[in-house]
């Protein structure tokens, strides 16, 4: 494209293994992992190892725990052989050494930190044990096909080549795949495979702002309407707008879960900082599994109120750029959430942090919106909603049949002192709007002044 410098960006696509030998992926994983642990003891006896550059640092520990052609010719047993272990393959060995070093610096650099801050508090601990997933490099994966993918697994006795069948997202064509990471959870086996996608446009929010024509400013209210789109000339007037729904189908499902919870927790009652049931005389030990199946039970139940918090934040992100495609917008504003929102004691806003989506959603925009060339910016969140986007005066705040006020944070429809009145979703996406182009003004007008004198 003209004008347009291209780049990339790196996703993680989650793929679901099948296969009836999980068991092997548990063995290599478990192998994986004394692997792994050797070689952080050889860095923890010899931090003065970790001055080499990774490069470096992993011929050396190779050489010192598998030997050198010279060493076998003159019989010399390694340093740091690796014993009690089968015959490990070069790329997997290289896999666990990174990973290795990858925890041995992180280490490292507490420990310097604690150092530099007079050595307040206890000193960092190194790791007693390593739990992590295998990296799969090239040589230890292959044939990999749209449902299936051939991994080198360990069996408990010997290295086989294992097709595992799969299902999840489609890898894209012009995607190039990077090295995969295996991930048990409980019984079931994930393959997380990181991809290299191009990106068309990689220009700078102000190299586009002096190229691009329009913006949109998204709103975020907990209301049936998820999202609120606005899309804004630089001279700051409204072309359009869209609101995104879905609140009331998500509030459903959640509706259910909640009930279940809510029910759980009036069957039992606390005692002496102890859980009991409520229902009938049971023996402790009966009491004891009981309160264990509810706490399992609730666990799932909290899960899939993450679950579908997680569905919705994907499919309004999905939909805010799916609008700014077809509107050929290059700019998305939005309001900068990055710093935890507290909810404690503003049980005005009528929601919680169980509920409240707006940072997952914008955290999804940024991603899949550079994916499709398109830049997500930030504003400061202040005053957005309690101003009138016409005249800046204070807001209040109303629903049909209620009386309006400035702390009616529920309401829907607003009116100022000048008379302007409508949606108040859709005065804070024209204030998110109104202010990122007020400031990018500014910040050109003091270029200009800089650049002349």
């Known amino acids: 494209m003209s004008g347009k410098e291209t780049g990339f960006i790196t996703m993680t696509y989650k793929l679901r293994l099948y296969d009836r030998h999980q068991n092997w992926l548990v063995f290599t994983r478990q192998l994986y992992n004394q692997v792994v642990w050797h070689y ?19 011929r050396t520990l190779e050489e010192c ?10 019989g010399e047993e390694p340093l ?38 007079q050595k307040n508090g206890s000193p960092p601990s190194p790791a007693a044990a390593i739990d992590s997933s295998p990296v799969f490099y090239k040589g230890m994966y292959r044939a990999f096909q749209t449902d299936s993918i051939q991994l080198k697994v360990f069996n408990g006795e010997k290295w086989v080549w294992m097709t595992y069948p799969y299902t999840g997202r489609e890898i894209p064509k012009e995607g190039k795949v990077l090295s995969p990471t295996l991930k048990l959870e409980k019984k079931t ?22 190229q691009e024509e329009r913006i949109c400013a998204v709103a975020f209210p907990d209301t049936d309407s998820l999202a609120v789109c606005v899309i804004m ?3 700051g007037e409204m072309v359009k707008h869209c609101f995104i729904h879905g609140g009331r189908e998500r509030e459903a499902q959640r509706k259910q879960v909640l009930e279940r919870l809510e029910k759980s927790r ?42 579908i918090n997680g569905y919705y934040a ?29 909810f404690d004691g503003k049980y005005y806003l009528h929601t919680s942090p169980f509920r409240w989506q707006g940072r997952a959603m914008i955290r999804n925009l940024k991603y899949k919106g550079w994916r499709e060339g398109i830049l997500v910016t ?48 859709l005065n804070t996406a024209k204030n998110i709007g109104r202010y990122f182009l007020r400031r990018f003004q500014e910040e050109s007008e003091q270029e200009d002044f800089v650049l002349k004198n």
């Not at 690796?82 to 896999?95: E, N, Q, S, T, V």
């Not at 900082?273 to 229902?279: N, P, R, S, Y």
């Not at 309160?291 to 039970?297: C, H, P, S, T, Y």
Request: proline share 3%; with cysteine.
């Open 80 to 117: 740091w052989k690796l014993k009690d272990m089968p015959k490990i393959p070069m790329y997997f060995r290289r896999a666990a050494i990174n990973m290795a070093i990858g925890l041995a610096r992180s280490y490292h650099s507490s420990y310097k930190l604690w150092q530099e801050k």
């Open 189 to 210: 086996a994930y393959l997380h495979v990181p991809v290299k996608l191009p990106v068309e446009d990689i220009r700078t929010v102000k190299e586009r702002m002096k």
């Open 233 to 235: 000339g630089q001279a």
């Open 314 to 342: 994907h499919k309004v992100s999905r939909a805010v750029l799916e609008y700014c495609k077809e509107n050929q917008i290059k700019v998305i504003v939005v309001p900068n959430y990055e710093n935890i929102v507290s």
């Open 65 to 74: 725990s598998i030997g050198t052609k010279k060493m076998q010719e003159r």
């Open 266 to 307: 009036k069957s039992r009652k606390s005692f002496g900082g102890t859980t009991f049931l409520v229902e009938g005389d049971l023996a402790e030990k009966d009491k004891g599994i009981l309160v264990g199946n509810r706490q399992r039970e609730n666990a799932v139940l909290y899960k899939k109120l993450e679950q």
């Open 40 to 58: 952080y003891q050889i860095l923890m006896e010899d931090l003065s190892l970790l001055k080499q550059s990774n490069f470096l640092l992993l």
């Open 378 to 425: 930030t504003i400061r969140p202040y005053h957005i909603s309690d101003c009138c986007s016409e005249c800046g005066k204070k807001i209040e705040r109303y629903n049909e049949g209620h009386k309006a006020s400035r702390n009616y944070y529920g309401g829907q429809l607003f009116f100022c002192p000048n008379g302007h009145q409508g949606n108040t979703a």
